[in-house]
């Protein structure tokens, strides 16, 4: 069955740092993927798309790399900042539930000051 | 642009009772929608899929008769949880697609925090 996977333990960082963040899934072959930034109690928010075919992205403080052959995406927040502590989801789409969005279980990022 | 308004944000109600969840795309028409349920500490579950005009379809393990879906127009889907009970209670958040491209970003409401005493 397809399987997205995130590390479940928080990370935890000095603010300025860079965090990065791992995406890994099984049993998938998607044309794109999404990452999201979720606060507690509130809907996630859409933050960057990338596709297979684009293996990196930047936006602003914000990278993303696509790698289809190891079925990971890493996402990394460069000069990392106490009010980027959120929980980060990554959603792959395309393949089989081509307009379905399944997330995968999210890191909580913490940035200390 | 593009707000996914859900109401309401938070609901308490007794065991047995049902309760009806609205979601509306404020400045954007969507002929998807999807209903996810998030547990505490745990990612969101998608729940169906909304669509306007036509039967929302479930994903595995969620009944529909519990949980039904209406999609009456391209801004409004709504989710009524029927006889609720507790085990019911969690944190459900609607999205919306903007009509066109199946890559677009989700645009989320702020959740809908149900809890069934």
């Not at chain 1, 979720?38 to 859409?46: A, K, T, W, Y």
């Not at chain 1, 992205?57 to 009010?83: G, W, Y």
């Not at chain 2, 019911?88 to 491209?101: E, K, L, P």
Request: charged share 20%.
């Amino acid at each position: 069955s397809q399987k997205i996977e995130q590390n479940s333990e928080a990370l935890n960082i000095q603010e300025g740092k860079t965090a990065t963040l791992t995406c890994n899934y099984t049993n998938y072959s998607p044309a794109y993927l999404q990452w999201y930034r979720q606060d507690p109690g509130r809907g996630p928010v859409f933050l960057l798309l990338i596709r297979e075919n684009e293996k990196k992205k930047r936006k602003e403080r914000l990278k993303v790399t696509f790698d289809t052959t190891l079925k990971q995406s890493l996402f990394h927040i460069t000069a990392s900042q106490p009010a980027d502590s959120a929980t980060y989801l990554c959603a792959p789409l395309g393949g089989d539930s081509s307009y379905k969005l399944i997330f995968g279980s999210g890191t909580r990022l913490l940035v200390r000051p | 642009g593009a707000v996914v308004s859900q109401h309401p944000s938070r609901v308490i109600c007794k065991s047995g009772t049902s309760v009806k969840i609205e979601c509306r795309s404020l400045d954007f028409q969507a002929t998807t929608m999807f209903w996810y349920r998030q547990f505490p500490k745990q990612s969101l579950m998608l729940m169906a899929t909304s669509n306007e005009g036509s039967k929302a379809t479930y994903e595995q393990g969620v009944e529909k008769d519990k949980f039904l879906i209406n999609h009456a127009s391209l801004t409004l889907s709504t989710l009524t949880v029927t006889s609720a009970h507790p085990e019911d209670s969690s944190f459900y958040i609607c999205s919306a697609r903007v009509a066109g491209s199946y890559n677009s970003p989700l645009h989320f409401g702020n959740g809908t925090r149900l809890t069934v005493t």
